[in-house]
């Protein structure tokens, strides 16, 4: 990166306390940054910025991308994102404990859905739009979206304290489908709430299914995380293992 160095950069960082994320010591160099990527990393005397900040020994990292957030809403409302950025969190991942915005339309709205949508007209009926009002007023952080199984669930099922059946499963299978098709990145559930706590593994499997298919991800608030935390791990590698699908355990 530092070969063929440009005479000018867009931005230029100068004295800072370089930490580059891969765990090696940090080094004291500069940045030089055009058109939104880094065209330089060292010693960068030679080249000019049309604006340079002078770090002063401060540190200088990538951005952090905090895995586990409900941000989904908060994308949308204030697209500053100040809460985050001010952090240094450049990426958020939404979509987590079995709750997102999409896909969804349901004048009731269950807890712990109602930590992100206050209101139906939070709600998007498919994913592409949500994705689609996040591309239009674009918030200040990267953000990559998770299909909640909770929220597949609202929406296909009549009564969410009992399994779902064959039937509802196909829907909710085929708004995975086109979710992830959308750019969905995977699907989360949390299994751990009332509107998926009557969910059998089997279900989450079969669902699980359609993000191997994808190449995505499954992340879990697990079933339980006290006494019965053992139990709830073998639920959780079980749903990987018989899924073919990575997981994550949040907690």
């Known amino acids: 990166m530092t070969e063929n160095k440009p005479q000018h950069a867009d931005l230029v960082i100068r004295s800072a306390r370089l930490i580059d994320g891969t765990g090696s010591p940090s080094t004291q160099g500069d940045v030089a940054i055009s058109n939104d990527r880094i065209v330089a990393v060292g010693p960068l005397g ?23 957030t409900h941000d989904d809403r908060a994308l949308l409302s204030d697209p500053t994102m100040a809460c985050k950025a001010s952090q240094g969190v450049t990426t958020v991942i939404t979509g987590n404990c079995g709750i997102s915005l999409a896909p969804l339309s349901s004048e009731s709205i269950p807890p712990p859905l109602d930590l992100i949508a206050d209101r139906p007209e939070s709600l998007f009926t498919d994913f592409a739009t949500y994705l689609n009002a996040l591309d239009t007023d674009p918030p200040a952080v990267n953000a990559a979206a998770q299909v909640g199984h909770s929220t597949l669930r609202v929406g296909a099922l009549d009564n969410l304290e009992r399994a779902a059946t064959d039937k509802e499963i196909k829907r909710m299978r085929n708004q995975l489908d086109q979710a992830l098709e959308d750019g969905a990145i995977g699907m989360s559930t949390g299994l751990y709430y009332e509107p998926a706590s009557a969910a059998p593994t089997e279900e989450v499997i079969e669902l699980a299914k359609s993000v191997n ?21 073998v639920e959780s590698f079980r749903i990987g293992r018989e899924a073919d699908v990575p997981i994550v355990i949040s907690h």
Do not use: C, Q, W
């Not at 030679?46 to 770090?55: M, P, R, T």
């Not at 298919?213 to 791990?233: F, P, V």
């Open 213 to 233: 298919e994808a190449g995505g991800i499954h992340t879990t608030h697990m079933r339980n995380e006290g006494d019965h935390i053992a139990t709830s791990l």
């Open 46 to 68: 030679k080249i000019a910025g049309s604006y340079e900040i002078e770090a002063n020994g401060k540190a200088l990292a990538p951005g952090f991308i905090d895995v586990h």
